[in-house]
């Protein structure tokens, strides 16, 4: 009786000196995926505070429509 791992109709799997192949590469790519995710999000609300606090501010009455123009532009031109 012959093993799996002698058995030539299985041929060189990845654990057989074939390698692991491009199987390496998934988790680092999950992960990349991850990690950009949460920068993009982080990113984003942080854009989006911003223009919130503008905008409480100027239903206050702390900042006259034309500030509130000019800094909503600032606030957009910055974003990336």
Known sequence: MTSAAT???WGPGPWHGGG???WLLVPL?????????VVFTVRRRRSRSAEHV????????????EGYRARLAVLRSTRK
């Open 7 to 9: 058995d030539p109709r």
């Open 20 to 22: 692991p192949g491009p």
């Open 29 to 37: 790519v999950f992960w990349v995926l991850v990690i950009g995710a």
């Open 54 to 65: 503008l905008r409480e501010a100027f239903a206050r009455g702390e900042v006259d429509e």
